[in-house]
Structures are given as C-alpha cells and as structure tokens.
T-cell receptor, first 111, second 113 residues
C-alpha cells in the first residue's frame, strides 16, 4: 500500500463547477500538507500548504486537512478552463524534508 | 527569472552512457531536493541537501546515481551507465531552510535509447 493514495481520474467538469480533489494517507507522522498543480511537461507549481489540521483559503482554492481521518481535500470554486491540469497532493513529517506525493488527479474543465 | 533553473531541459542518451544534470536553486534557499517523475505518477523523492550536506537519500538512488552540492549553491545529479528504466523527468526543487514550501524547476526530461 502506498503512503499517499490519490485517485488519478480523469475528472471532467463544466466551467463554473465546484471541484473536490482528495487524498488519503497512512503515515500519522505527516504534519505538512501541500497541493501542487502541474501542467503537461512542466514542473509542479505550489498552490498552497497547510500545517496540521484545519482549513486554509486562497482565492478560489480551499484546502482542508482532517488528521483524524488521514484525509485531505482541495476545493476549487468557480472552476475555469485554465484550471485544467494535474493536481498533486504532497505531505511530509516535521523531521524530514522529504515530500511524499500522490499519483496526481487529472482535471479537465470544459467551457 | 528568479525561479529554480534546470539544465538541460531535454537529454537523449544511449544506454550505457553517463549523464549529468544541473540545478540552480532560488537564491538564498539553503535546501535543495531532487525528485524523479515517470508518466502518470507523482514525483518520487531521490535526495536532498541542506547547504552542502546531503541529509537524506532514497533507496531509489542506486549506486549509479550520485548527487553533489559542493558549495551549497547549485547541484548536479549524475547517472552512470544509464538504463532504459532511467527514462523520466528529473525535477529539482528548493526551499528556504526548513520551510515546507518547496518550489520546483521545469525539470530535465531524460530519454535513454
């Protein structure tokens, strides 16, 4: 079993929809939780990170962490065609710099 | 451009040849990371440095792989005796100190033929 599980999709939604992306994990030592966006043949771009449990909002993006369930989510409001990309969750423990990534979910937002 | 810079962007090499990639981190970021990403997968951790010290290495980093950061600035990743299974995107990232925010470069795409 992988330490971080993420449904690869693809996920297809109409423009303006609310998108929910999720990851589960098994390592209770994880303290930092990140979401990256990756366009085809480009490097991952950091969207936001959360420390421990709770919510964090940045514009149209909201990240949630539920450590009791070992479950994290990224919500995208008012999705746009430019949001079409692969979304990667990543997480790490506090005593290491090593990030563990999920497989990535491919999102397509149709005009 | 003040982001993470990786060179070359693409490399095609014959099986058995050695290749070396370079990464220039964001200025003043003292942590530097190397990851490998294959098609349809998330990046896999290879190794990371704090300044010139290599703090952690994945067991994925076989004897054929070596990484250096001699002066605590740029880093090189060398693969010796390349194999077809080494074909992947090699990503470099940097972060300031222990901050969790790691910023990635555009990667070096390696094709072994």
């Amino acid at each position: 079993q992988k330490e971080v599980e993420q449904d690869p999709g693809p996920l297809s939604v109409p423009e303006g929809a609310i998108v929910s992306l999720n990851c589960t994990y098994s390592n209770s030592a994880f303290q930092y939780f990140m979401w990256y966006r990756q366009y085809s043949r480009k490097g991952p771009e950091l969207l936001m990170y959360t420390y421990s449990s709770g919510n964090k909002e940045d514009g149209r993006f909201t990240a949630q962490v539920d450590k009791s369930s070992k479950y994290i989510s990224l919500f995208i409001r008012d999705s746009q065609p430019s949001d079409s990309a692969t979304y990667l969750c990543a997480m790490r423990a506090s005593n290491t710099g090593k990030l563990i990534f999920g497989q990535g979910t491919t999102l397509q937002v149709k005009p | 451009d003040t982001g993470v810079s990786q060179n070359p962007r693409h490399k095609i090499t014959k099986r058995g040849q050695n290749v070396t990639f370079r990464c220039d981190p964001i200025s003043e970021h003292n942590r530097l990371y190397w990851y490998r990403q294959t098609l349809g997968q998330g990046p896999e951790f290879l190794t990371y440095f704090q300044n010139e010290a290599q703090l952690e290495k994945s067991r994925l980093l076989s004897d054929r792989f070596s990484a250096e950061r001699p002066k605590g600035s740029f880093s090189t990743l060398e693969i010796q005796r390349t194999e077809q299974g080494d074909s992947a995107m090699y990503l470099c990232a940097s972060s300031p100190g222990g901050d969790p925010e790691a910023f990635f470069g555009q990667g070096t795409r390696l094709t072994v033929v």
